[in-house]
């Protein structure tokens, strides 16, 4: 399976999930000695270990089944080669991407023939949401071209200020990329998804700018990465 990939250096999943029912409940999980960051019934949960740092693990409780869960883990990690493939055609600078590992969970994790998956996210320096939010009503000019040509290359785009947070050097980091992907730009453009998008926080006078880059992008319209360089990526993520 292409995605599935070895953990980051330094981080033993065998000495770190030993417990099969650890993803039973929040408590299981914190009594394993990790840190959830974020915890929602029938969520995605996020977690800390003091022995992982600069780490996030990402994982759905024991109620969703494991095929469906590694679904749903395939989709983030495929959204984040969808951006990082982007950014690296486009030379972008000013959006980033956290690298993701898609990792296989030790055979105690398995249920019948179907194994446990975790993602581990590289943690990234992101500013809080409300401050996030006051950064997009004054987006500079190039960080918004950069933003929009994403908007125009992609689909299903959950655009939120803690999806797509400010990292503390200014740049936009897409952290959740769980139903992103590539559209099809010989068809038809999805203008009012387009502006649905931007419209949500930025000001009026961006808004004005976003219209110009539209009109540019359908006019000449990007280059898209071969799909080859999303769903079978050399190494794991990088930038």
Same mark, same amino acid.
């Given at each position: 399976?292409?995605?599935?990939?070895?953990?980051?250096?330094?981080?033993?999943? @065998?000495?770190?999930?030993?417990?099969?029912?650890?993803?039973?409940?929040?408590?299981?999980?914190?009594?394993?000695?990790?840190? &959830?960051?974020?915890?929602?019934?029938?969520? &995605?949960?996020?977690?800390?270990?003091?022995?992982?740092?600069?780490?996030?693990?990402?994982?759905?409780?024991?109620?969703?089944?494991?095929?469906?869960?590694?679904?749903?883990?395939?989709?983030?990690?495929? @959204?984040?080669?969808?951006?990082?493939? &982007?950014?690296?055609?486009?030379?972008?600078?000013?959006?980033?991407?956290?690298?993701?590992?898609?990792?296989?969970?030790?055979?105690?994790?398995?249920?019948?023939?179907?194994?446990?998956?975790?993602?581990?996210?590289?943690?990234?320096?992101?500013?809080?949401?409300?401050?996030?939010?006051?950064?997009?009503?004054?987006?500079?000019?190039?960080?918004?071209?950069?933003?929009?040509?994403?908007?125009?290359?992609?689909?299903?785009?959950?655009?939120?200020?803690?999806?797509?947070?400010?990292?503390?050097? @200014?740049?936009?980091?897409?952290?959740?990329? @769980?139903?992103?992907?590539?559209?099809?730009?010989?068809?038809?453009?999805?203008?009012?998804?387009?502006?649905?998008?931007?419209?949500?926080?930025?000001?009026?006078?961006?808004?004005?700018?976003?219209?110009?880059?539209?009109?540019?992008?359908?006019?000449?319209?990007?280059?898209?990465?071969?799909?080859?360089?999303?769903?079978?990526?050399?190494?794991?993520?990088?930038?």
């Amino acid at each position: 399976m292409p995605l599935v990939v070895p953990p980051p250096s330094g981080i033993d999943i @065998g000495r770190l999930f030993r417990d099969p029912q650890m993803f039973d409940s929040f408590d299981r999980w914190e009594a394993a000695g990790f840190k &959830l960051v974020r915890a929602r019934d029938n969520k &995605l949960m996020v977690a800390k270990h003091k022995s992982a740092k600069g780490f996030l693990f990402k994982k759905y409780n024991n109620n969703i089944h494991p095929a469906r869960q590694l679904t749903k883990y395939e989709r983030r990690v495929t @959204g984040a080669h969808t951006i990082k493939a &982007l950014i690296e055609m486009h030379g972008l600078r000013r959006v980033v991407v956290p690298k993701k590992w898609l990792v296989r969970l030790p055979d105690m994790f398995s249920s019948g023939t179907d194994a446990g998956y975790i993602v581990i996210v590289e943690e990234m320096p992101i500013v809080e949401t409300d401050k996030s939010k006051k950064l997009y009503r004054r987006i500079d000019k190039r960080t918004l071209r950069e933003l929009c040509l994403i908007f125009y290359m992609c689909k299903e785009l959950d655009f939120r200020a803690q999806n797509m947070p400010f990292t503390k050097r @200014g740049k936009i980091a897409f952290v959740d990329t @769980g139903y992103l992907a590539l559209r099809n730009i010989q068809q038809r453009e999805d203008e009012a998804t387009y502006f649905h998008l931007v419209e949500k926080y930025l000001s009026d006078k961006r808004i004005r700018l976003a219209n110009e880059i539209w009109h540019e992008l359908r006019s000449s319209p990007p280059k898209q990465p071969h799909p080859s360089s999303i769903e079978n990526p050399v190494a794991p993520l990088s930038g």
